[in-house]
C-alpha cells in the first residue's frame, strides 16, 4: 500500500488533455515537502517531468503541467501525442514514516 | 547536467550479497545526496536507501533496513549499495539519482540507466 494514491491507468486520445491524480496525507503532500513527478519507459532512465510544484526541467515541453492542492496533487499532459505513453510516477517526502516515498504509478496509453 | 552508470548488477542466489555502484561525473559529487531507487514489475518504483553529500547520515526503506548498506567515495565520485542477505523479493532494476536543492523536499536528476539485480530460489 502506497502512501500515495494514483489510478493505476489512465487513457487518451491524441491531442486531448488527461490529468493523472496523486493522493496523499498531511505527513507527504501537504507537509510542504511537496510533489515531483517522473515518466518511466523502458529500458531508460526515468525522467523528471515537474518539480516545485509547477517547474520543468530543461527539455520537458510546456505541454506538461504540475499543481498541488492540500494533500493532492496532479499532473496535466495537453495535446496528448502517442510518444507521451509510459508509466509516470508521483513522488514526496513523508514525515510520519521518514522516507520518501513513490506513488504506485499511472500508466497512460494514447488511444 | 551531470550522468550517472550503475554497475554490478546481475543473477545471485538467495542468501547472498551483491555490491551495486553508481559511477558519476559531469558534476560536484561530494556536494549532493544521492538516491537509490528500485523498479519491480509488481509494486512501481521503491525509495531503498539515501546518503547524505558527505556520507554522515544514511537511511533505509523497511524492507531493506539491517540487510543494505549505503555508502559513497568522494575521491572517486562513487555510490554504492552492498546488498547482504538478498531475498526473491529484492528483484528489480536498481537506480541511482541525485538528489537537487533540499535534501528532504529536492527532486531527483538525474538518473543511471538503472541495473537489474535478479534473486533466484
Known amino acids: 500500500q502506497s502512501a500515495l494514491t494514483q489510478p493505476p491507468s489512465i487513457s487518451g486520445a491524441p491531442g486531448q488533455r488527461i490529468t493523472i491524480s496523486c493522493s496523499g496525507s498531511s505527513s507527504n503532500i501537504g507537509s510542504g515537502y511537496g510533489v515531483r513527478w517522473f515518466r518511466l519507459l523502458p529500458e531508460t532512465a526515468p525522467k523528471l517531468l515537474i518539480y516545485n510544484q509547477n517547474n520543468r526541467p530543461s527539455g520537458v515541453p510546456d505541454r506538461f503541467s504540475g499543481s498541488e492542492s492540500g494533500t493532492s496533487a496532479s499532473l496535466s499532459i495537453s495535446g496528448l501525442q502517442a510518444g507521451d505513453e509510459g508509466d509516470y510516477y508521483c513522488q514526496s517526502y513523508d514525515t510520519t514514516l521518514h522516507f520518501w516515498v513513490f506513488g504506485g504509478g499511472t500508466r497512460l496509453t494514447v488511444l | 547536467q551531470g550522468q550517472l552508470v550503475e554497475f554490478g548488477g546481475g543473477v545471485v542466489q538467495a542468501g547472498t550479497s551483491l555490491r551495486l555502484s553508481c559511477a558519476t561525473s559531469g558534476f560536484t559529487f561530494s556536494s549532493y545526496g544521492m538516491h537509490w531507487v528500485r523498479q519491480t514489475p509488481g509494486k512501481g518504483l521503491e525509495c531503498v536507501a539515501v546518503i547524505w553529500y558527505d556520507g554522515s547520515n544514511e537511511y533505509y526503506a523497511e524492507s531493506v533496513k539491517g540487510r543494505f548498506t549505503i555508502s559513497r567515495d568522494n575521491y572517486r565520485n562513487t555510490l554504492f549499495l552492498q546488498m547482504d542477505r538478498l531475498r526473491e523479493d529484492d528483484t528489480a532494476v536498481y537506480y541511482c539519482?541525485?538528489?537537487?536543492?533540499?535534501?528532504?523536499?529536492?527532486?531527483?536528476?538525474?538518473w543511471g540507466q538503472g541495473t537489474q539485480v535478479t534473486v533466484s530460489s
Open positions: 539519482a541525485r538528489m537537487n536543492d533540499d535534501f528532504w523536499g529536492g527532486w531527483l536528476d538525474p
